[in-house]
Structure formats: structure tokens, C-alpha cells
């Protein structure tokens, strides 16, 4: 995957900048290098706008007019390609990283697109594979995503031998973007073995070999360095310039750090809690709609805060007091609004995986795995937390939720067999009293209501 050329010695190809390959170069003129802070900010936004939004549009349209014979890419052009910087000048750098910024978002969505295709079937295979980087990606969607994002959304260079000529060029690209991306996933797992190694398990390396974005930001040299070598070869017959070399690099270790930096964001916490990102919009809700530090009985003192242990509140103890009544099961079974049926990545214990782990990281990589199991979403009147319970463990809870109402004379609905060794469970309703006592209601999202250990106890 290679990133815009924007040095200033090299040829102006008048394609309407379709392409990104270093010996491609933006349709315009040099620019000035006597621009100011927001000058150079603009031109970085303009070119996550171009890249992540004209060429996967010129990309798609090449291909249309490709196949239809029809010539509508001339009238597809909604942004302008940004105009040439002179290498290693701030708007260089800012196109480079506005470039890679916007092809985030474009990527990611193959990316996503390729895991709902593959399914749970890459979570469940042993092997190089399925193994992720730190930034979160295995082998198999790097290939596959790699591929689909170069050969269908990156538009190629204007050619004269026809369909057949067009459906080569494509492939190529693909295949260059499949290797590509390949490389700086098996980078990013050379770097996770490498933190797992005991050599440097105590060394300083570890907060960088752990974080995503550094991760992510290393991988990406050899990545870039597979990318302008491979472009080269393909499209001119010989090796890439240094100055080629050093443009992809750069570019590819932006885009690294930004895959990195996305998957920290979105990432699902361990046993899984909400991903980070999940956590800072629950927060900014909680700002907006939690005015009221007075919730369901209970008045909290003025020091509520939110700080980087987490969020804290400060009780008055004198007015520590619940003014809801005590209720019968049947009472609060009411409050469940009904349940939603679907799917979620829960951490399991890795089949045959071993008893014993180096480190941490090794238990974590090799000792447990997300997959994607069938859930119950269940929703209570007058609470923003969701209950979750699996499918398999739902079914059981059933029972015991009929057995309980029908203690009380509630008449019984169903048929469910009820284990008896289930009978002192807690059923999602148990839990609802507990979550009106909260003092902050936005600051639980989920509650994970489990059959099984734990299995990141040994964490």
C-alpha cells in the first residue's frame, strides 16, 4: 500500500491523480512553502478528504466505466486532488498525514466487511493466521483486506489495453496491498513475541512492544519498505529510489500507528468491559444528561469527580439512605422491558490451550480467544445499563425465573426444565435494585451475567 508522492522532481501525470504509487505524482503545481499553521491544516484535512472519500469514488468508477463502457469518471470528481508539496517541507508532512488519516475509515470498513465474511471461523482457528498484532490485526484479514481495499478502491492509472490490461493492473495493486499489509502483520506479531520473550519482559522495551500505536508505528517500516520495492518492480522494472523508499515508509508507519491507535479506542476491554471509546462517550453523556447528583434516594456530596483512577463520589453518610420500598420478585421481574437477541465476542479459554504461560502476554495470546457467542440483551425500565446474558445460560435462567414467580402465585408461563442446582443463581432481575442504588447511573453500560469461570482469572 503505498502513499502519495508529493516530492517536487518528479513528472506531472495528468490523470486526475488517480493513483498513489510513488512514481505517480498530484495533478498541480508547487506549492508555496511560505504558508501559515492554518494554511497547512486545511491542506492536511483536504487531503484526508480526498483520500478517504474522491479515490475510493474514483476507485469504484474506474471500474463501472470499465465494464458498462460508460465515461462517467470525469463527473465523479467531487474533490480536488491536493496540489504537490515540496518534499519534507510541514505541508508535505501534513498531506502524509492527512492522507493516512483519511484512509482509515475507508479501510476499516473493508476490514470489517472481511470479518463478517470470514466469520467466527478465524477466532476459532489455532495457527499464524488468527493470531492478532497489538494493533488488531491477523494475517488472513490483512491479506484479504489489503487486496480488496487496493483493487477495488484505489483507482489505477489510465491504460489503453482494454479490460483485460485493467483487470491486470487491479490485480497487481491487490496483490501488492495484500503483501503489504501481510508484512506489517507479521511484524506486529514479531513484535508481540518479542514482548512476551523473558529476555526483555522486564526490560524498557515493554511499553513500547505493548502499545498499539508504537506497534503499529514499527510495523509499518518494513511494510513500507515491501510497498515502494513491489510498486516499483511492477510498474517501471526496477528497484525504488531512496527517496521512494523513504516516502512509503513514512506513510505506511502513519497508517500503523493510526490502526493501532483505532484499535486501542474501540477495542473491548478484558472479560468484555466497554472499549475506551465506549467508556469516553458514556462519560460525555453522563456530563450532559446527570446534572442532578441527587439519584433514587441518594444524595451525594460535592465532590464528585472524574479523575484517571475512574469516577469517585463522595457520599453525605447522613443522607445515605434508599427510599424505594422492597418489592416482590414479581415487582421488579416488571421492570424488564424485553430482551434483545444477538451476538457478541466473549473471552473463552482457548481449546487445548496449555496450563502453564510465560508471561502475561503469553497467556493472553495463547491462552484465551474472543468469540462471537449468541446473547440476550436485556433492557430494565428506568436504567441505561443492559444485562447481558448468554443464549445457553438465558435458557436455564428461564426456569429458575418461572420456578421464583411461581413461589409468589404468579402463574407459571412455559415449560422450561429447571435444574435444580441453578436454583440459588441470580437472574437479571436480581440485579436491578443494586443498579437503582448506583449513585450515577451512566457509569455502568453493561452488566455480564456468566455460566462459566472466568477465564481471565490467571491474569
Known amino acids: 500500500m503505498d502513499r502519495p508522492d508529493t516530492s517536487d522532481n518528479q513528472t506531472i501525470a495528468p490523470n486526475l491523480a488517480l493513483t498513489k504509487l510513488q512514481t505517480e505524482a498530484l495533478p498541480a503545481a508547487t506549492k508555496s512553502e511560505s504558508k501559515g499553521v492554518t ?11 480526498y483520500t478517504g472519500i474522491q479515490e475510493p469514488i474514483s476507485g469504484i ?23 504537490q508539496a515540496k518534499f519534507g517541507s510541514a505541508d508535505w508532512h501534513a498531506q502524509q498525514v492527512g492522507s493516512a488519516v483519511g484512509m482509515l475509515l475507508p479501510f476499516l470498513l473493508v476490514r470489517k466487511g472481511v470479518r463478517g465474511v470470514l466469520g467466527t471461523t478465524a477466532a476459532e482457528e489455532a495457527g499464524l493466521l488468527s493470531k492478532q498484532a497489538a494493533f488488531g490485526m491477523n494475517m488472513k484479514e490483512a491479506g484479504l483486506t489489503g487486496f480488496a481495499y487496493d483493487a477495488f478502491l484505489r483507482p489505477s492509472q489510465p491504460n489503453n489495453g482494454g479490460l483485460g490490461q485493467f483487470l491486470l493492473d487491479r490485480g497487481t495493486q491487490g496483490a501488492v496491498g495484500a503483501g503489504t499489509f501481510m508484512t506489517m502483520t507479521g511484524a506486529g506479531l514479531g513484535l508481540n513475541r518479542l514482548a512476551g520473550a523473558s529476555a526483555v519482559e522486564r526490560s524498557a522495551l515493554i511499553p513500547i512492544l505493548r502499545n498499539p500505536v508504537a506497534t503499529g508505528i514499527i510495523s509499518g517500516i518494513p511494510a513500507g519498505l515491501f510497498s515502494a520495492e513491489a510498486n516499483s518492480l511492477t510498474k517501471t522494472g526496477h528497484l525504488a529510489s531512496g527517496t521512494e523508499l523513504g516516502q512509503s515508509v513514512y506513510g505506511t508507519a502513519l497508517i500503523g500507528g493510526g490502526f493501532g491507535l483505532a484499535h486501542s479506542l474501540t477495542a473491548p476491554g478484558a472479560e468484555g468491559a466497554p472499549s475506551r471509546l465506549e467508556n469516553l462517550t458514556s ?19 460535592s465532590g464528585d469527580r472524574i479523575g484517571r483512577e475512574g469516577a469517585t463520589h463522595s ?120 443498579l437503582d442504588a448506583l449513585p450515577n447511573k451512566g457509569l455502568m453500560e453493561k452488566l455480564y451475567l456468566m455460566d462459566t469461570g472466568n477465564p481471565m482469572d490467571p491474569v
Do not use: C, W
Open 283 to 301: 462519560k460525555i453523556k453522563s456530563t450532559f444528561t446527570n446534572e442532578n447528583p441527587v439519584r433514587d434516594g441518594l444524595t451525594l456530596a
Open 315 to 434: 457520599v453525605a453518610p447522613e443522607q445515605f439512605e434508599l427510599s424505594a420500598k422492597p418489592t416482590t420478585f414479581a415487582e421488579t421481574a416488571r421492570r424488564i422491558t424485553g430482551y434483545e437477541s444477538t451476538s457478541e465476542p466473549l473471552v473463552v479459554s482457548k481449546p487445548g490451550a496449555p496450563t502453564t504461560f510465560e508471561s502475561d502476554a503469553d497467556f493472553l495470546r495463547n491462552g484465551v480467544e474472543r468469540v462471537d457467542t449468541p446473547v440476550r440483551v436485556y433492557s430494565v425500565e428506568g436504567q441505561g445499563t443492559k444485562i447481558i446474558v448468554p443464549e445457553t445460560y438465558a435458557l436455564q435462567l428461564d426456569a429458575v425465573r418461572q420456578f421464583r414467580l411461581g413461589l409468589e402465585g404468579t402463574p407459571q408461563v412455559g415449560d422450561a426444565p429447571l435444574n435444580p442446582s441453578y436454583l440459588n443463581r441470580a437472574l437479571p432481575e436480581d440485579f436491578i435494585p443494586h
Open 61 to 83: 468508477t474506474q471500474i463501472v466505466d470499465e465494464f458498462a463502457g460508460t465515461k462517467f469518471l470525469s463527473k465523479m470528481q467531487l474533490i480536488s486532488a491536493p496540489e
Open 39 to 49: 494554511d497547512i491544516l486545511g491542506d492536511a484535512i483536504h487531503s484526508a478528504l
